[in-house]
């Protein structure tokens, strides 16, 4: 069993910085690629950002240029760093990780239970 957990959320003014965390534990055998996601309210999960195992990072055009994804895969873990925050990066934040699953044989998506960012204005 993998579980992945978020950490980092929190209250933020327009312009600042948060550095979101991200880390996978339990039984793992490998971790593919690795991302952020985030929802607000009304809306539907949005793709932030996702990197690969071999540290390729994929952006949405709304944070290029403000957010930065990195992992440690020692670690099992993935950050997002989010500088120059606007009102409308209000959202829970969700972790998601591609471990392989020994059953299966095929990789799956383990999601965390998300953090909230609050930006406000």
């Known amino acids: 069993q993998v579980q992945v957990v978020e950490s980092g959320g929190g209250l933020v003014e327009a312009g600042g910085s948060l550095r979101l965390s991200c880390a996978a534990s339990?039984?793992?055998?490998?971790?593919?690629?690795m991302g952020w996601y985030r929802q607000a309210p009304g809306k539907q999960r949005e793709l932030v950002a996702s990197?690969?195992?071999?540290?390729?990072?994929n952006y949405a055009d709304s944070v290029k240029g403000r957010f930065t994804i990195s992992r440690d895969n020692a670690k099992n873990a993935v950050y997002l760093q989010m500088n120059s925050l606007k009102p409308e990066d209000t959202a829970v934040y969700y972790c998601?990780?591609?471990?392989?699953?020994?059953?299966?044989?095929?990789?799956?998506?383990?999601w965390g239970q998300g953090t909230l960012v609050t930006v406000s204005s």
């Open positions: 998601n990780a591609e471990t392989f699953d020994i059953d299966s044989a095929n990789y799956r998506a383990v």
């Open positions: 990197i690969t195992n071999r540290g390729s990072p």
């Open positions: 339990g039984t793992i055998y490998s971790i593919n690629n």
